[in-house]
């Protein structure tokens, strides 16, 4: 299977339950899944979501 993935980072600002509330919505509606967590030292973490390559366009077209 074909994925894509998008890096994130989240600011040390942001706690745990805004970050998970954050990531849930982006994989209810977008289709993304968390691949991997990492928190720094400083606070701040390093999130990479993917999901799967389709063919089809990620929004429709619309013609007139």
Partial sequence: MDYEYVPLRL???VDRLT?????????????WELARVRLYRDGTRQ??????VTAQ???????Y
């Fill in 11 to 13: 600011p040390s600002n």
């Fill in 19 to 31: 970050a998970a509330a954050q990531l849930t919505i982006q994989a209810e509606y977008a289709g």
């Fill in 47 to 52: 999130v990479v979501l993917r999901r799967r």
């Fill in 57 to 63: 366009p990620a929004q429709p077209d619309f013609s």
